[in-house]
């Protein structure tokens, strides 16, 4: 089967749609992850709107922050600090996705924003993870003060 490439634009006058190499356009790419059977396959979507673009990907990290606070809220029952090590390498991944990514279609005003709140759950994550090990090393000093063997003392 033979890929097309399709430009799809919403006009009042005609209501066709035009073949286009959208590979040289500008814009935001994403890949849709739904599989019907009976549709059309798309494999890449391109919003060329600036403002759409910027939209979708507002809502996108504050969905994702959302998800991050939901999780560093459920981390007072972890032992180990496995879910907060997850936590945390989940953060700096996107931390590094708004950097490399999203900066140019949020502008830098914006992605300084995202930054600030993602910058201050891993800094939270970080507390809490030391909080963790300071738990540890305590538990282990007590432990091996009470079972150290004492002297016959003279």
Do not use: W
């Not at 005609?14 to 549709?39: A, F, M, R, S």
């Not at 939209?55 to 032992?79: A, C, F, Q, T």
């Not at 879910?83 to 999203?102: D, G, Q």
């Amino acid at each position: 089967m033979k890929n097309l490439n399709y430009y799809v634009e919403k006009n009042n006058l005609t209501n066709e749609i035009v073949y286009i190499e959208y590979d040289k356009i500008k814009g935001y790419k994403i890949t849709p992850k739904t599989k019907l059977e009976d549709g059309i396959k798309v494999n890449k979507i391109v919003f060329v709107s600036p403002s759409l673009s910027k939209n979708l990907i507002k809502k996108k990290l504050e969905i994702k922050l959302r998800h991050m606070i939901e999780l560093l809220s459920d981390i007072d029952d972890d032992e180990s600090g496995d879910a907060i090590r997850e936590t945390l390498m989940e953060c700096e991944r996107l931390k590094l996705l708004i950097i490399n990514k999203y900066i140019k279609y949020l502008g830098n005003d914006m992605a300084s924003f995202y930054l600030k709140k993602t910058q201050l759950i891993i800094n939270e994550l970080r507390k809490e993870l030391y909080l963790l090990k300071q738990k540890k090393y305590q538990a282990l000093y007590y432990y091996e003060e009470e079972n150290r063997k004492q002297g016959r003392g003279r």
